[in-house]
């Protein structure tokens, strides 16, 4: 049997105990159904082989080929991750297209006893969902950005607003990056249809009738460009801005980066990539700061020297309007809580 959908919702409350991806770890780790386990019934190097037999020998004998490895490995799934998986068990399997991979792995745990069903169209049918919401309709949502200069807190402050009943949307999260030359290693970042993915169920997730708090970002976090849909939103959402003085800032910086200022040599690489930017003197008196491991002191001098006067151009080009200043004394445990009370006030005025 299949199982059809025509919305994200749809797809996301499909109602079976596990949703099986059948298709290669590559494919898998490009992009795949949220919340999906990767039982793959040809593997990466398997695939390329049937591929292979059946451009240079023919379709016959790559099926047949392919019908003994998928029964190896779905013997391998049956006796390894699903032994446990009782009588009444129901699994929806999506291969690429619902074609042969995935009907093949259903086939076999239907005759077992288990109430397993395909997607109708595959991952494909997700992906064209997927796509249609991103670059293909308005999204219906009700943004507000939140904007600050770097090293006031907005993504730590993206999750209390939440526990205080405020919807959020964490881009930085999704996109597995913090936003900045020292925020991450975009090898370690999803693909961008995974991010895609991550993002459009995340969206579908939030009621478009109350307002969305999203961290004000340019068009790309990291290797991630933001969709057209998302950011024509976020180009005309309205600004709640946070404020903190330079000294909080710099210490909450230099907490927040700890796992940078770990690896010595990484920082002073990423510091001297900013040479062409800065010049040399800048750099030589951060380099120096770190030498001496004055994590404090060295975030203070990025913000000063690069950060603020970098966002404090693009805020001139772009002249945004606030609806909301909020002004955070500290940026501890206190202080966040505080300015996350009041960023969740001014979302209700907005």
């Not at 292979?52 to 003994?68: E, L, N």
């Not at 801005?241 to 796992?259: K, V």
Request: proline share 6%; with cysteine; glycine share 8%.
């Amino acid at each position: 049997m299949s199982t059809r959908f025509d919305t994200i919702p749809a797809f996301l409350d499909h109602g079976f105990d596990d949703v099986i991806d059948v298709r290669s770890p590559a494919e898998f780790a490009e992009d795949h159904v949220p919340g999906a386990i990767s039982l793959p019934v040809l593997s990466n190097a398997e695939r390329a082989e049937v591929g292979t037999i059946y451009k240079q020998v023919s379709p016959f004998d790559a099926r047949k080929s392919g019908a003994a490895i998928v029964a190896r490995n779905a013997a391998a799934h049956i006796a390894g991750p699903l032994a446990d998986r009782e009588y009444r068990w129901k699994p929806l399997v999506y291969c690429w297209r619902g074609g042969q991979r995935s009907n093949s792995f259903a086939s076999i745990l239907t005759q077992i006893g288990w109430r397993a069903e395909v997607v109708e169209g595959g991952y494909q049918t997700w992906r064209r969902l997927v796509h249609e919401a991103l670059y293909e309709t308005a999204l219906p949502h009700r943004l507000v950005l939140l904007d600050g200069f770097t090293g006031t807190a907005k993504t730590a402050l993206l999750p209390l607003v939440e526990a205080r009943g405020g919807q959020v949307l964490d881009l930085e999260g999704l996109a597995n990056h913090r936003g900045s030359l020292l925020g991450g290693d975009p090898d370690e970042q999803p693909a961008q249809k995974g991010f895609e993915s991550a993002l459009a169920a995340r969206l579908a997730r939030l009621d478009p009738e109350r307002p969305v708090l999203v961290e004000a970002e340019s068009s790309k976090i990291g290797r991630i460009t933001l969709p057209p849909s998302l950011w024509a939103l976020m180009t005309r959402a309205p600004r709640i801005e946070i404020t903190a003085p330079i000294g909080a800032r710099a210490e909450f910086l230099a907490r927040q980066y700890e796992d940078v200022s770990a690896d010595p040599a990484r920082l002073s690489h990423l510091l001297d990539q900013l040479r062409a930017h800065r010049g040399h003197a800048v750099v030589d008196g951060w380099q120096k700061l770190l030498a001496e491991s004055r994590m404090v002191e060295l975030s203070a001098a990025l913000m000063v020297e690069h950060y603020d006067p970098a966002y404090a151009r693009s805020r001139a080009a772009h002249a945004p309007v606030f609806a909301a200043h909020v002004e955070a004394g500290t940026l501890d445990a206190e202080g966040l809580a505080r300015a996350a009370d009041a960023i969740a006030a001014a979302m209700r005025d907005i």
